[in-house]
């Protein structure tokens, strides 16, 4: 039995969130790497075994939800609990009151918590009084004490995708028809767009909806693009996250940053995050950039690239737009250089293409005594027994012997990667000819 609420329910003031909650697992939505058939989190529940267990997620997939399922299947006593609301003597009271039956203790945002009260709850959890089911949108690894997160189980719940958003959109069309006679009429265009705009969140999704029905002024609504703006306060930008646009606009900031168009680089880039695309795959092709087409000419691309994502991973969006827009701007000026990409695609030719020959014995290693028997690492050169850290070593096998994978280019540090790898090209060479003439001084 659910804790009662201090604010009056009235049906009028219940969200449609709430209205359509599911109250078993054949109504749940999403999450079917832990709830499809065969998989470990169903498997728990149909056996009966629930252990205490953390749920790590973004706002809205159903991680509240998901804890209320497992009560109603276990018929065990559930008592939400709110990390925002609630402090050490309301957890104290709770953990002192009796239970005659199996209770879960759900705790919402429990990463609000500091660690004495997360402590408070240890030695329930332990001797099986509670089990405790945690729901946070932070990491767990630095949220939650050491000491509880190991007699929890972590499951990790993803946002939900564009198939799982239109089921509940579905859903929520037939609750207006039968329970409140509104008829509502969502074309495909808008769909999808309210959709992407909902980036994987149920809880947008069906606060956008009851927006829009309780803003009707008749009995059927056709959801236009224009009423959707109005309603999510933003203009509805033409993009299909799985379609033809998103690949036409991440290719326009792709080589609109490698034309060293800063300006529209930048558009492209607010294109696509105004239009709901995911920050992280927007960093994660920044990132691909950087190596891709800046490569040496420029290492420090890369460096930012990473750190941008890192920094969107932290803040999210909104926030996180100027940091991609930093990296964009700085990947965009930067000197560009294709050298890396060229290079690996010839190595590749290479490694698919040509037989595919052993390491050659002077580079392996040789830990056992038939190996060296074998002549493994036989006259390996150490390059840090030498002046310059150079030897005239063969590396390649015999058939590739001489191949050059990376040509460097006169763009920006690059060039100085090419000078240095003429200087060992130099020296290596002297090594060889010695070697062949070693009366020659």
């Known amino acids: 039995m659910q804790q009662q609420s201090l604010f009056c329910n ?9 209205k359509l909650r599911p109250v078993s697992l054949d109504e749940y939505v999403g999450q079917q790497h832990l709830l499809g058939n065969g998989k470990i989190l169903r498997q728990l529940l149909e056996q009966d075994i629930i252990p205490s267990m953390i749920f790590w997620g973004p706002p809205g997939v159903g991680k509240t939800t998901l804890a ?3 009560a109603n299947k276990t018929k065990a006593h559930f008592i939400s609990f709110s990390a925002a609301v609630h402090g050490i003597k309301e957890i104290k009271e709770l953990m002192n009151s009796p239970y005659g039956e199996r209770t879960i203790i759900f705790i919402d945002e429990i990463h609000r918590f500091n660690k004495a009260q997360q402590d408070a709850f240890l030695p329930y959890v332990e001797n099986g009084s509670i089990i405790l089911i945690g729901a946070t949108t932070e990491n767990p690894s630095f949220e939650v004490n050491s000491a509880l997160l190991s007699r929890c189980k972590v499951f990790i719940l993803n946002l939900l995708s564009a198939d799982e958003l239109k089921l509940i959109v579905q859903r929520a069309v037939s609750y207006y028809s039968s329970a409140k006679k509104v008829e509502l009429l969502i074309p495909d265009p808008v769909m999808s767009a309210l959709v992407n705009f909902a980036n994987g969140d149920a809880r947008i999704l069906l606060n956008t909806l009851e927006l829009i029905a309780n803003n009707r002024t008749d009995s059927k609504i056709i959801v236009t693009e224009k009423i959707l703006e109005q309603c999510i306060n933003k203009k509805m930008l033409l993009y299909d996250k799985n379609g033809e646009e998103h690949y036409n606009i991440i290719s326009a900031l792709h080589k609109s940053m490698r034309n060293s168009d800063v300006h529209a680089a930048i558009y492209w880039l607010a294109r696509l995050l105004e239009s709901g695309e995911d920050p992280l795959y927007v960093a ?64 590749r030719g290479d490694a698919l293409h040509t037989f595919a020959e052993p390491v ?39 058939t590739l012997s001489g191949r ?30 010695h070697k062949e003439d070693p009366d020659t001084d």
């Open 404 to 433: 050059k994978y990376y040509q460097p280019t006169n763009q920006g540090t690059e060039i100085r990667v090419k000078e240095r790898m003429d200087e060992i090209e130099v020296q290596k060479a002297a090594l060889s000819h």
């Open 284 to 347: 994660r092709r920044i990132i691909r950039f950087a190596s891709e087409d800046i490569g040496m000419a420029d290492s420090r691309a890369l460096e930012i690239a990473v750190a941008a994502y890192q920094a969107c991973h932290f803040i999210g969006m909104p926030e996180c737009n100027v940091t991609l827009c930093h990296a964009v701007t700085y990947c965009s000026l930067a000197p560009k250089s294709n050298a890396l990409y060229v290079a690996y695609q010839r190595a």
């Open 68 to 70: 209320q399922v497992i």
């Open 360 to 398: 050659p014995l002077v580079i392996r290693n040789a830990p056992t005594s038939l190996m060296k028997d074998l002549h493994y690492g036989e006259g390996y050169k150490y390059a840090h027994d030498t002046d310059n850290k150079i030897t005239d070593m063969q590396c390649l096998p015999d």
């Open 10 to 18: 009235d049906e009028k003031n219940i969200p449609l969130s709430s």
